[in-house]
T-cell receptor
Framework: KNEVEQSPQNLTAQEGEFITINCSYSVGISALHWLQQHPGGGIVSLFM???GKKKHGRLIATINIQEKHSSLHITASHPRDSAVYICAVKPAAGNKLTFGGGTRVLVKP | NAGVTQTPKFQVLKTGQSMTLQCAQD?????MSWYRQDPGMGLRLIHY???????DQGEVPNGYNVSRSTTEDFPLRLLSAAPSQTSVYFC????????????FGSGTRLTVV
C-alpha cells in the first residue's frame, strides 16, 4: 500500500462544475503539499498545509490531521484548470517528500 | 527571477554515454532534491541534499551520482546512460525548516536510445 493515496485517478468535469480531489496518507507529517502540473509542463506548488484550510482564488485546500486526509476543491472549474494535481507529504522528521500518484483533471468547455 | 533553473530542457543520449543535468537555485535553500517522473509511477526521489557537502540517496539512486559543493548548485550525473533512465527529471529546493514550501524546476526530458 502506498503511503500517499489519491482519488480519483482521473476526473472529467464540465466547465463551471465543483471538483474535489482527495488525498489520504498513512504517516505522521509536518506538512502536506498540493501541486499542479499542466501537460508537458513544470510543477507548481499550489498550497502547503499543516492544519485547517487555505484558499487561493477558486482553489480551496483542507486537511484533517487526525483522519490523515486532505481535499483539494476547485470551484467554478474552467478548462485552464485541466492538469494533473499531485498531493505530497513531508514527514514529521526530515525533508523528503512522498508523492501521491496524481489526479488527472479534464475540464470540458 | 528567483527560482530553480534546470538545464538542459531536452536531451537525447545514446546508451553508455554520460551527462550531467544541472540544477541551480538562488533562494539560499538548504534542501535540494532530484526526482524522476515516469508514466504511471508518480515522482520518485533519486538523491537529495540538506546542505553543501551533504548528500544522501533517495528511493531510486542506482545509476546516478550527485554532489553539492555549493548551496546554489546540485548537479545530477548519469555515469553510463541506459534506456531505463528515459524519464522526465525535476529538481526541487526548499528551506530545511518546516513551514516552507518547495520550488520545482521546469524539468529535463531525457531520452536514452
Amino acid at each position: 500500500k502506498n503511503e500517499v493515496e489519491q482519488s480519483p485517478q482521473n476526473l472529467t468535469a464540465q466547465e463551471g462544475e465543483f471538483i474535489t480531489i482527495n488525498c489520504s496518507y498513512s504517516v505522521g507529517i509536518s506538512a502536506l503539499h498540493w501541486l499542479q502540473q499542466h501537460p508537458g509542463g513544470g510543477i507548481v506548488s499550489l498550497f502547503m498545509l499543516s492544519s485547517g484550510k487555505k484558499k487561493h482564488g477558486r482553489l480551496i485546500a483542507t486537511i484533517n490531521i487526525q483522519e490523515k486526509h486532505s481535499s483539494l476543491h476547485i470551484t467554478a472549474s474552467h478548462p485552464r484548470d485541466s492538469a494533473v494535481y499531485i498531493c505530497a507529504v513531508k514527514p514529521a522528521a526530515g525533508n523528503k517528500l512522498t508523492f501521491g500518484g496524481g489526479t488527472r483533471v479534464l475540464v470540458k468547455p | 527571477n528567483a527560482g530553480v533553473t534546470q538545464t538542459p530542457k531536452f536531451q537525447v543520449l545514446k546508451t553508455g554515454q554520460s551527462m550531467t543535468l544541472q540544477c541551480a537555485q538562488d533562494m539560499n535553500h538548504e534542501y535540494m532534491s532530484w526526482y524522476r517522473q515516469d508514466p504511471g509511477m508518480g515522482l520518485r526521489l533519486i538523491h537529495y541534499s540538506v546542505g553543501a557537502g551533504i548528500t544522501d540517496q533517495g528511493e531510486v539512486p542506482n545509476g546516478y551520482n550527485v554532489s553539492r559543493s555549493t548551496t546554489e548548485d546540485f548537479p545530477l550525473r548519469l555515469l553510463s546512460a541506459a534506456p531505463s533512465q528515459t524519464s522526465v527529471y525535476f529538481c526541487a529546493s526548499s528551506y530545511k525548516s518546516i513551514g516552507y514550501g518547495y520550488t520545482f524546476g521546469s524539468g529535463t526530458r531525457l531520452t536514452v536510445v
